[in-house]
């Protein structure tokens, strides 16, 4: 069964750092998500990305993220200067809502440490 | 804004019982909702779909069903094992193309 995949699994930075997250989408997908999960509480929505632009963000999507898709496989999010409040569990997800019934599919997470 | 509550957050029974996890939704305009399984540190793995149109979905021993006028879903786990033992989570797509979750519920089966 297709799969997302996320890279690192797991990523410790120092505060103010810049780091990258990435993913690769399952390849007939249209969508794609980033969400994160501080530890403890629920999964938040960050950003959705459809046709090579940002369809829409949440309040944390602030200037400090980004979005990109630099090839036809990769996905990735990039935190600019990061800070203690980042470290959480940062889910890849991707969709292709114009097959009805066809869910979201998630990959397994990078779980960020800013210290 | 939609608010996605489930309950109850922590939830153990004895191996075999058949169990409700309960989910509810404020926006009714709900496009379609999926349960998914957390286990520790993990990932999220889909576990049912339903459709707006739809009422009720099964695989296996898993049911969801969907109520959109009572703003409900309850996912149906028949005779639990251990290795059901994960937290479970439900999300609502409305209008929009992002999901919204709940806090989940933490299933532990005893042996």
């Known amino acids: 069964e297709p799969e997302v995949t996320q890279t690192p699994s797991h990523q410790v930075t120092q505060m103010g750092q810049e780091v990258i997250l990435r993913c690769v989408p399952i390849?007939?997908?249209?969508?794609f998500y980033w969400y994160r999960q501080i530890l403890g509480q629920k999964v938040e929505f960050l950003v959705s990305?459809?046709?090579?632009?940002?369809?829409?963000k949440s309040e944390i999507f602030d200037d400090q993220f980004s979005v990109e898709r630099p090839d036809g496989s990769n996905f990735t999010l990039k935190i600019r200067s990061t800070k203690l409040e980042d470290s959480a569990m940062y889910f890849c997800?991707?969709?292709?809502?114009?097959?009805?019934?066809?869910?979201?599919?998630f990959g397994s997470g990078t779980r960020l440490t800013v210290v | 804004k939609q608010e996605v509550t489930q309950i109850p957050a922590a939830l153990s029974v004895p191996e075999g019982e058949n169990l409700v996890l309960n989910c509810s939704f404020t926006d009714s305009a709900i496009y379609n909702l999926q349960w998914f399984r957390q286990d520790p540190g993990k990932g999220l793995t889909s576990l049912l779909l339903i459709q707006s149109s739809q009422r009720e979905q099964t695989s296996g021993r898993l049911n969801a069903s969907l109520d959109k006028s009572s703003g409900r879903s309850t996912l149906y786990i028949a005779a639990s094992q251990p290795g059901d033992s994960a937290t479970y989570l439900c999300a609502g797509k409305g209008g929009s193309e992002k999901l919204v979750f709940g806090k989940g519920t933490k299933l532990t089966v005893n042996p």
């Open positions: 997800a991707s969709s292709r809502p114009q097959v009805p019934g066809y869910g979201y599919t």
């Open positions: 390849s007939n997908h249209l969508y």
């Open positions: 990305f459809y046709n090579n632009e940002i369809s829409e």
